[in-house]
């Protein structure tokens, strides 16, 4: 519930950043812009990584007059630095205007400066957390609820809220990626999202038993042998025993005809020397 985080060996750091609050803008004379309605737009910096961007603002500015600004707090203590956007008069989009010392609290833009690029993350928001945590083709997935949510490609703490998830048929269980797509344990089944992409991917519904919540485990190929056909697999305990989803989509149900019956709120597997352990609760 408190977020995603990243150990560096030493201690855990949050990995999200909170988007900030828009500036506070109001126009004074004394300056040398240009007459306009200037938008304005501030995010923070962790070193070179950057949250998305706050809401705009506008400051409506007389011909040679000036804006006088005041940043928006940051609590978190790992930001170092604030972005400013800014527009052109009467309109355009938002560019880079320039970089701050996070103990920046106003700003005096007395001529508009040179400016740069395009927020990046415009219109997005932090990676949510969720009860489940994947790695899939360079996107962090989670999974709350029946909501498969996907980062930004390499940028783990940004999220699309507009495009970036897949809504399943029914609650979360488990999330495992293999090569040819994610498998996702439901309630009473197992899915498959078949695909190389986000935007290509493909429910298909596989006849399995129910799964036990959690217990999903990724496991190498030379681990499962034979099965795993030389690629790496997923592997969940379900009513019938272990069921090895392999790296294609394909299920496997070795344990078929001689177990049933198994069930429980929760499982946690491990591999233990030779053997696949789980425990349920």
């Given at each position: ?9 030493i201690?855990?750091?949050p ?6 609050a828009p500036?506070?803008?109001h ?5 040398s812009?240009?007459?306009?309605l200037?938008?304005l737009?501030?995010s923070?910096?962790r ?10 603002t506008s ?10 600004l005041t940043?928006?707090m940051c609590f978190?203590s ?6 400013l ?7 355009g989009?938002l560019l880079?205007?320039?970089d701050?010392?996070i103990?920046?609290v106003?700003?005096?833009i007395?001529l ?10 415009l ?32 940028a783990?703490?940004i999220h ?28 009473d ?9 986000l ?6 519904r ?11 485990i ?10 795993a ?5 997923a ?13 294609g ?11 049933k ?9 491990v591999v233990?020397g ?8």
């Open positions: 519930p408190a977020g995603i985080f990243r150990y560096d060996g201690q855990a750091l990995l999200a950043i909170d988007t900030p500036p506070m803008a126009a004074d004379t004394g300056g812009m240009v007459a306009g200037y938008g737009a501030v923070w910096l070193g070179t990584i950057e949250s998305a961007p706050s809401e705009m400051c409506a500015v007389a011909q040679n007059g000036l804006m006088d940043l928006p978190d790992t930001v170092t630095g604030v972005r956007y800014m527009t052109r008069p009467d309109g989009e880079r205007a320039g701050y010392p103990g920046t106003t700003l005096s007395t508009l400066p040179q400016l740069g690029a395009a927020p990046q993350f219109h997005m928001d932090t990676m949510p957390s969720g009860l489940y945590l994947s790695y899939w083709r360079g996107r962090l997935l989670t999974a709350g609820a029946n909501v498969l949510r996907f980062s930004e490609v390499l783990y703490h699309d809220q507009r495009h970036g998830f897949v809504q399943m048929p029914q609650r979360i269980t488990f999330v495992r990626p293999v090569d040819a797509g994610i498998w996702v344990g439901q309630v089944h197992v899915a498959f999202l078949a695909g190389s992409g935007g290509e991917l493909e429910l298909q596989r006849a399995a038993s129910a799964p036990v919540p959690g217990s999903a990724a496991l190498k190929a030379e681990q499962l042998g034979e099965v056909e030389g690629r790496d697999c592997v969940w305990l379900a009513e019938n025993g272990y069921v090895v989803g392999t790296a989509g394909m299920l496997i149900e070795p344990m078929a005809n001689t177990m019956g198994v069930a429980g709120q929760s499982g946690a597997s233990f030779d053997r696949l352990v789980t425990a349920v609760t």
